[in-house]
């Protein structure tokens, strides 16, 4: 996986709609941490970011919920939007 592929993966998986954002951003950390593309410098800040991402969950819930948990998904955005600057 490569800096642009992360970048596009983000942009794809960040919206507001979107029920499955902490899912997708756990499994972006994995995929990050799995690649030999990156620095042991950026594979530590993701490791950071996966750990608080563990801490966090979906922000609509497993329910029927219409509107998300806002905390929760700012601070899953605010994850996301990390890595993006790592990979700038």
Partial sequence: MTRS???QKI??????R???IHNGACNLCVSILNSNEFSNEIKIEVKKVKLELQGLQEPWGYGN?????????????NCLNHIYGLME
């Fill in 18 to 20: 979107n029920k499955y």
């Fill in 65 to 77: 919920r219409t509107s998300p948990d806002f905390s929760m998904l700012s601070s899953i955005c």
């Fill in 5 to 7: 592929e992360v970048k």
């Fill in 11 to 16: 942009d794809s998986i960040n919206y507001y």
